[in-house]
C-alpha cells in the first residue's frame, strides 16, 4: 500500500519533498490562505468579512492560475501516486476555481445587502474548492473519499448558513442526511474494490479489472456502489431527492455554488474513476451510466415543468443537465470524455449568468423566488432580459447559441459509440426543456409587469451581460479554445489510463 504512507515506505529526500508540495501550488496556497484569513476573521469580527471574502474571491483566481502550469510528460504522480497532476486535473481546478471565485463574488453583495456577511461564508467555499482540487486529482480510493468529504462537509454548513431561516435550516439537515447515507454507499464500493483488487492506488486496480476471475464480480459490485455514492454529488436521478429541496431552501448564493463547481469536480473524478482503472470494464458500467442519464434527463424535465419556484426549476434543469452530460460519458470514448467537458464547461458559464440574473432580480419586499414573479422584467431591466433569453436558449440547445454545440458533441459521441438511440432520446428531451424554458421567456416579455425591481450590484449585471455574450455567435473564440482544452485533457486521460 503506497500511496499516503509513502514517506515510511520508500527512500525519499527533502528535493522529492520539495518537489511534490511545489507541483500542489494551488492547494498549498489555498491552505496558507485559509489559515491567515480564519485568523484575520476570528479576531476582526463582522467589520473584516467584508475584506476576508473579498480576499479569498482573489485568492482563488490567484490558485486558477496557479493551476495553469506546464506539465512534463503529460502527467505527475505526487506523494507516491496519492495524487495525479495531468490535464484533466488541471482543466477540473482551473473549471471549480474559477465557479468558486464568481460564486463568492456574487454572494458578496447579496450577503451585504441582507446584513449576513460573515467571514465564515468564504472560508467554508475555500475549503469546498480545495477539497474539489483534491477530488479531481484524486488517483488512489483514500484521496477520492478525502476530497469528496472535506467538499461536502462545507457544503453541508454553507446549506444551513442562514441560520434566522427555517427552510435552510431545513435543507442544511436534508443534505447532511442524504449526503451521509451516500458517503457510506461510496465507502462500501471502495471497501468491495480494495478487497477484490488488493490495491488502493488507480494503477492496481486497473491491473486487477483487466485480469479475469471471481474477483471482477465483486469490482463490478464495487463500482456499482461507489457510482450510486457519487451520483448523489451531481444530483443524478435516482439520487437526486435533496436537489430541489436544498436549492429552494438554501441562500440563493449558496445554490448558484452548489449548481456550479462541486459538480465539475464530481463529474471529473466520476470520469478519472471510470475512464481510468475501469475502462477496461466500460461494457459493465455503461449500463448503469445509461440508467442514470436517462432517467435525469427524463425526470428532471418533467419535474421542471411543474415548479413554481425559480431555484427548484433550477434544481430540475441541474438534474436533467446532468442527464446530457452522462451521455457522453456513457460512451466510453476519447470523444465521449472530450464531449463531456466541453459541455460541463458550458454549463458552468450558462448557470452562473443565470444564477447572476436571479440574484439581480430583487423587489424592495426580497429576492425574487416565483416564477411568475419575472414578469414586466422586459420593461423593467431589458437588458437584464435580454442576457436572461440568451441564457435559457442557449441551455435548451438553441441554435446557433453556445449550449447547441454542447449538445452537438455529446450526441455525436453517443452515435460514434453505437448508441444512437440514446441520443435520440436525448434530443427528444430537449424539446421537452425547451418549453420549460420558453416558458420563462414568455412571463419575462409578454406577462403584466408587477412590482418594480430594485438596482442591482456590478458583480451581478456584469457576470449576467459577460455570460449571455459568450453564448452568442459572436464570441467565435470560446468555442474552439474550449473544445481544444477538451480535447487536450481527454486525450491525456486516456494516455495516462
Not at 507541483?23 to 468579512?49: C, Q, S
Not at 445509461?290 to 435525469?296: E, K, P, T
Not at 459568450?470 to 474550449?482: C, D, E, F, V
Amino acid at each position: 500500500m503506497r500511496g499516503w504512507l509513502w514517506p515510511l515506505q520508500e527512500e525519499w529526500t527533502l528535493a522529492d519533498l520539495v518537489s511534490n508540495i511545489t507541483a500542489m501550488a494551488p492547494e498549498v496556497f489555498l491552505v496558507v490562505t485559509a489559515l491567515v484569513l480564519l485568523l484575520v476573521g476570528a479576531f476582526g469580527g463582522r467589520r473584516m468579512a467584508g475584506p476576508v471574502n473579498l480576499a479569498i474571491v482573489v485568492a482563488l483566481i490567484i490558485a486558477a492560475g496557479l493551476a495553469l502550469r506546464d506539465i512534463p510528460n503529460g502527467s505527475l504522480e505526487l506523494f507516491g501516486g496519492a495524487l495525479v497532476l495531468d490535464h484533466l486535473s488541471t482543466f477540473g481546478k482551473f473549471s471549480a476555481l474559477i465557479a468558486s471565485a464568481l460564486s463568492l463574488w456574487l454572494a458578496h453583495g447579496y450577503l451585504k445587502t441582507e446584513n449576513r456577511l460573515s467571514a465564515e461564508f468564504g472560508i467554508l467555499v475555500l475549503f469546498a474548492s480545495l477539497g474539489m482540487l483534491i477530488m479531481v486529482s484524486a488517483n488512489d480510493l483514500l484521496s477520492l473519499y478525502i476530497g469528496v468529504e472535506m467538499q461536502s462537509l462545507s457544503l453541508y454548513v454553507l446549506a444551513a448558513s442562514n441560520r434566522d431561516s427555517l427552510r435552510s435550516s431545513e435543507s442544511g439537515l436534508k443534505y447532511f442526511v442524504l449526503g451521509a447515507l451516500s458517503s457510506g454507499l461510496l465507502l462500501y464500493g471502495a471497501s468491495l474494490i480494495y478487497g477484490f483488487s488488493g490495491s488502493l492506488r488507480f494503477e492496481g486496480i486497473a491491473a486487477a479489472a483487466t485480469g479475469s476471475g471471481s474477483g471482477s464480480v465483486g469490482l463490478i459490485v464495487g463500482i456499482v456502489f461507489l457510482l450510486c455514492g457519487l451520483a448523489f454529488k451531481i444530483s443524478a436521478v435516482p439520487f437526486h431527492m435533496w436537489t430541489p429541496d436544498v436549492y429552494e431552501g438554501a441562500p440563493t448564493p449558496v445554490t448558484t455554488f452548489f449548481s456550479t463547481a462541486p459538480k465539475i469536480a464530481a463529474m471529473v473524478l466520476i470520469a478519472r474513476v471510470l475512464f481510468g482503472p475501469f475502462h477496461h470494464l466500460v461494457a459493465d458500467w455503461q449500463q448503469v451510466v445509461i440508467a442514470l442519464s436517462v432517467l435525469s434527463m427524463c425526470i428532471g424535465y418533467l419535474g421542471a415543468i411543474m415548479q413554481t419556484n425559480i431555484k427548484r426549476l433550477m434544481a430540475y434543469s441541474s438534474i436533467a443537465n446532468m442527464g446530457y452530460a452522462l451521455i457522453a460519458m456513457a460512451s466510453g470514448t476519447v470523444q465521449g470524455l472530450s464531449g463531456l467537458l466541453f459541455y460541463m464547461g458550458l454549463y458552468l458559464i450558462t448557470t452562473l449568468g443565470i444564477f447572476a440574473c436571479i440574484l439581480a432580480m430583487r423587489r424592495s419586499e426580497g429576492m425574487v423566488e416565483q416564477i411568475d414573479d419575472l414578469a414586466g422584467l422586459s420593461r423593467a431591466k431589458p437588458g437584464l432580459a435580454l442576457a436572461l433569453t440568451a441564457l435559457l436558449f442557449s441551455v435548451a440547445g438553441i441554435p446557433p447559441l453556445a449550449g447547441f454545440f454542447g449538445k452537438y458533441f455529446v450526441f455525436m459521441a453517443a452515435v460514434d459509440a453505437n448508441l444512437t438511440w440514446l441520443a435520440i432520446l436525448g434530443a427528444v428531451a430537449s424539446v421537452v426543456g425547451a418549453f420549460v424554458y420558453l416558458r420563462l421567456i414568455k412571463i419575462v416579455w409578454f406577462d403584466e409587469p408587477a412590482e418594480p425591481f430594485v438596482p442591482a450590484s456590478f458583480a451581478q449585471i456584469s457576470l449576467a451581460g459577460v455570460s449571455a455574450l459568450l453564448m452568442l455567435p459572436g464570441a467565435i473564440w470560446l468555442l474552439p479554445a474550449l473544445a481544444k482544452w477538451s480535447q487536450i485533457a481527454a486525450a491525456a486521460m486516456f494516455v495516462h489510463g
